[in-house]
C-alpha cells in the first residue's frame, strides 16, 4: 500500500502527546509550514508534576513564539535553586546570572495544568491540529510512513511519527526498542499541593528548594502566591521498609527533616497527595527512519535538578526541526545520520545531568556539592549546568571534570568537610498508620515526574 491510492489527507507528522515535547514539537513542524496532528488522551488543563523550568528551556520558548505568552502568564519568577541539608547547617544558593556562561538569568516555577495547557494552545495557534481527548491505540508501518489508529476509529496517514507519550513510552514499546541497564535503584515519589508553606523574602522566595536527607530529598516549589509543591522522593525500598503506607510515609519523613518542619509548620494541604514509582529508564536510541522518541518517551532518570521539562522542551525542538527538513526534500526515511545525531545530543544532555545526579546521592558526593568553592570558579560551572546547559564548551567542561574528581577524592580524604549523619536528618522508624493529611485521599499511580 502506498500513499499515492489514498484518498484521504496525509500529515507530514503525527505527534503521540500534548504535553511540553509534543507541543513544541508541533509547534515547530506548523510554523515551518507543514501538516501535523497531535493525539492528546487528557482534557486539559489537568495535573502534572515537574513545576520547576530551567533557564536552559527558555531559547526553545523563544524559538516557538511561546515565551512571550510565558512571561504573561503571572508564573513565579525563577531566578536560582537553593540546596541544603535536613537540618540546615548545609546550604548552597545559586543564582543562574551568576553562573560562567549562563543560558539565562530567570525562568519560570509554573502550575504544569496552566503551562501545558499554553504550550498546545500555542501549538494550535501556529497551525498544528489537536485532536483531545483522544488516544493513539496502534501504529503501522506502511509504504513512506505510518497509519495510526485512534481510540475513535479514525485512521491516520503521516510520513512521521513524533513519540511524546511521556513515561507510557507508546512507540518505544510497541516497536520494542531495547531500554539500557540502568545503575539506579527503583524510586517512589510522593507529592502533593500546600498552602502556607514559608519562604523567603525577595527574589529568593521564587527558588526551588531541595533538601537532602539520608535516603532521599524533598522538593519545595513555589506554584503561585499562596501554593507551594512539596514532593518527597526516596527509593522504593525504602518505602516499604517503613510500612509501604504513602500518607504515614510522608508525614513520618517529614516530621524527621528540621528544615522541612519549619518551612511547613501550619501548612494545609490541597487535594490528595500522588504516587510516582519505578520511573527510572532508558532506551538503547531515540529515533528510526521514520520516528523520533522525544522527552520522556525516550528516557527519564531523576527529578532532582528539575531536568526533565528542559530536555522536553529541547528534543521536541530538534525532532520538529528535523522533521520539517526531510519533509522539505519530499519526506524520504530519516538518514542513519540524522538519527544519530538526534540520539546523541539526547543522550550527551542526559549524561551530563546524571553526573549531578550520581553525586547528589553519592554521600561525599553532596558533601562536596554543599561546600562550594570559587576557586576557578568552579561553583560557577556547577552553577550554569545547574541550570540545565548541557552544551558544555571547555571552559565548563574541565571545571565539571575537576569538579566530579573531587568528588571521588572526598572518598578517600576530607576534602570538605564531612557531613554527620544529624545534619541529614533524625532516625526514621517505622511510622504508625496516620489519618490522611488535611483529610484527603492518596492517588496512586499518579502523573508522570518530570
Same mark, same amino acid.
Given at each position: =500500500?502506498?500513499?499515492?491510492? =489514498?484518498?484521504?489527507?496525509?500529515?507530514?507528522?503525527? #505527534?503521540?502527546?500534548?504535553?511540553?515535547?509534543?507541543a513544541v514539537a508541533g509547534a515547530t513542524l506548523a510554523r515551518a509550514g507543514h501538516s501535523v496532528v497531535?493525539? !492528546?488522551?487528557? %482534557?486539559?488543563?489537568?495535573?502534572?508534576?515537574? !513545576?520547576?523550568? $530551567?533557564?536552559?528551556?527558555?531559547? #526553545? $520558548?523563544?524559538a516557538i513564539g511561546a515565551w512571550e505568552k510565558v !512571561?504573561?502568564?503571572?508564573?513565579?519568577?525563577? %531566578?536560582?535553586?537553593?540546596?541544603?541539608?535536613?537540618?540546615?547547617?548545609? !546550604?548552597? #544558593?545559586?543564582?543562574f546570572g551568576k553562573g560562567l556562561n549562563p543560558a539565562a538569568a530567570y525562568t519560570y516555577q509554573v502550575e504544569r495544568s496552566r503551562f501545558d495547557q499554553l504550550l498546545l494552545e500555542h501549538a494550535e495557534a501556529c497551525g498544528a491540529e489537536v485532536l483531545q481527548p483522544v488516544r493513539v491505540v496502534n501504529t503501522r508501518a506502511i509504504s513512506d510512513g505510518w497509519s495510526v489508529t485512534l481510540s475513535n476509529g479514525r485512521v491516520l496517514k503521516t510520513h512521521y511519527v513524533v513519540d511524546a507519550s511521556g513515561r507510557k513510552a507508546f512507540l518505544g514499546r510497541?516497536?520494542?526498542?531495547?531500554?539500557?541497564?540502568?545503575?539506579?535503584?527503583?524510586?517512589i515519589a510522593v507529592y502533593g499541593h500546600f498552602r502556607g508553606v514559608q519562604r523567603a523574602p525577595g527574589e529568593r522566595g521564587g527558588h526551588i528548594i531541595i533538601t537532602r536527607w539520608r535516603n532521599g530529598w524533598f522538593w519545595n516549589i513555589p506554584i503561585d502566591e499562596t501554593r507551594t509543591s512539596v514532593g518527597l522522593v526516596t527509593p522504593s525500598a525504602e518505602f516499604r521498609e517503613l510500612g509501604g503506607d504513602p500518607e504515614a510515609f510522608f508525614r513520618t519523613v517529614a516530621e524527621a527533616v528540621p528544615t522541612l518542619v519549619a518551612r511547613m509548620r501550619g501548612a494545609e494541604r490541597l487535594g490528595p497527595l500522588h504516587v510516582t514509582s519505578d520511573y527510572t529508564y532508558a532506551h538503547t536510541h531515540f529515533a528510526g527512519p521514520r520516528y523520533f522518541l522525544a522527552g520522556d518517551a525516550a528516557c527519564f532518570i531523576d527529578p532532582i535538578f528539575s531536568s526533565g521539562v528542559c530536555l522536553a522542551l529541547k528534543s521536541g525542538h530538534e525532532a520538529g526541526i528535523a $522533521?520539517?527538513?526531510?519533509?522539505?526534500?519530499?519526506?524520504?526515511?530519516?538518514?542513519?545520520? #540524522?538519527q544519530k545525531a538526534y540520539t546523541q545530543r539526547f543522550q550527551h544532555r542526559v549524561h551530563v545531568m546524571r553526573g549531578l545526579i550520581d553525586t547528589f546521592y553519592d554521600r561525599c558526593g553532596i558533601e562536596v556539592f554543599l561546600s562550594p568553592s570559587s576557586r576557578c570558579q568552579i561553583f560557577e560551572a556547577i552553577n550554569t549546568i545547574v541550570g540545565g546547559r548541557t552544551e558544555l564548551n571547555w571552559a565548563l567542561r574541565w571545571r565539571y571534570a575537576l569538579f566530579r574528581t573531587i568528588v571521588r577524592l572526598q572518598r578517600r580524604f576530607p576534602i570538605v568537610p564531612r557531613l554527620p549523619d544529624e545534619a541529614l536528618g533524625h532516625s526514621v522508624a517505622p511510622p504508625v498508620a496516620a489519618a490522611p493529611l488535611g483529610g484527603?485521599?492518596?492517588?496512586?499511580?499518579?502523573?508522570?515526574?518530570?
Amino acid at each position: =500500500m502506498d500513499f499515492a491510492s =489514498m484518498s484521504d489527507t496525509v500529515y507530514g507528522a503525527v #505527534v503521540i502527546g500534548g504535553g511540553p515535547a509534543g507541543a513544541v514539537a508541533g509547534a515547530t513542524l506548523a510554523r515551518a509550514g507543514h501538516s501535523v496532528v497531535i493525539c !492528546e488522551q487528557a %482534557v486539559f488543563p489537568r495535573f502534572r508534576i515537574g !513545576e520547576s523550568l $530551567l533557564p536552559a528551556g527558555n531559547a #526553545v $520558548l523563544q524559538a516557538i513564539g511561546a515565551w512571550e505568552k510565558v !512571561e504573561g502568564a503571572g508564573f513565579v519568577r525563577k %531566578v536560582g535553586a537553593d540546596f541544603e541539608s535536613a537540618d540546615g547547617r548545609a !546550604e548552597v #544558593v545559586t543564582v543562574f546570572g551568576k553562573g560562567l556562561n549562563p543560558a539565562a538569568a530567570y525562568t519560570y516555577q509554573v502550575e504544569r495544568s496552566r503551562f501545558d495547557q499554553l504550550l498546545l494552545e500555542h501549538a494550535e495557534a501556529c497551525g498544528a491540529e489537536v485532536l483531545q481527548p483522544v488516544r493513539v491505540v496502534n501504529t503501522r508501518a506502511i509504504s513512506d510512513g505510518w497509519s495510526v489508529t485512534l481510540s475513535n476509529g479514525r485512521v491516520l496517514k503521516t510520513h512521521y511519527v513524533v513519540d511524546a507519550s511521556g513515561r507510557k513510552a507508546f512507540l518505544g514499546r510497541q516497536e520494542k526498542v531495547a531500554r539500557v541497564s540502568l545503575p539506579y535503584p527503583p524510586k517512589i515519589a510522593v507529592y502533593g499541593h500546600f498552602r502556607g508553606v514559608q519562604r523567603a523574602p525577595g527574589e529568593r522566595g521564587g527558588h526551588i528548594i531541595i533538601t537532602r536527607w539520608r535516603n532521599g530529598w524533598f522538593w519545595n516549589i513555589p506554584i503561585d502566591e499562596t501554593r507551594t509543591s512539596v514532593g518527597l522522593v526516596t527509593p522504593s525500598a525504602e518505602f516499604r521498609e517503613l510500612g509501604g503506607d504513602p500518607e504515614a510515609f510522608f508525614r513520618t519523613v517529614a516530621e524527621a527533616v528540621p528544615t522541612l518542619v519549619a518551612r511547613m509548620r501550619g501548612a494545609e494541604r490541597l487535594g490528595p497527595l500522588h504516587v510516582t514509582s519505578d520511573y527510572t529508564y532508558a532506551h538503547t536510541h531515540f529515533a528510526g527512519p521514520r520516528y523520533f522518541l522525544a522527552g520522556d518517551a525516550a528516557c527519564f532518570i531523576d527529578p532532582i535538578f528539575s531536568s526533565g521539562v528542559c530536555l522536553a522542551l529541547k528534543s521536541g525542538h530538534e525532532a520538529g526541526i528535523a $522533521l520539517a527538513a526531510a519533509l522539505k526534500k519530499g519526506a524520504p526515511p530519516l538518514s542513519t545520520k #540524522v538519527q544519530k545525531a538526534y540520539t546523541q545530543r539526547f543522550q550527551h544532555r542526559v549524561h551530563v545531568m546524571r553526573g549531578l545526579i550520581d553525586t547528589f546521592y553519592d554521600r561525599c558526593g553532596i558533601e562536596v556539592f554543599l561546600s562550594p568553592s570559587s576557586r576557578c570558579q568552579i561553583f560557577e560551572a556547577i552553577n550554569t549546568i545547574v541550570g540545565g546547559r548541557t552544551e558544555l564548551n571547555w571552559a565548563l567542561r574541565w571545571r565539571y571534570a575537576l569538579f566530579r574528581t573531587i568528588v571521588r577524592l572526598q572518598r578517600r580524604f576530607p576534602i570538605v568537610p564531612r557531613l554527620p549523619d544529624e545534619a541529614l536528618g533524625h532516625s526514621v522508624a517505622p511510622p504508625v498508620a496516620a489519618a490522611p493529611l488535611g483529610g484527603q485521599r492518596i492517588v496512586a499511580g499518579g502523573p508522570e515526574v518530570g
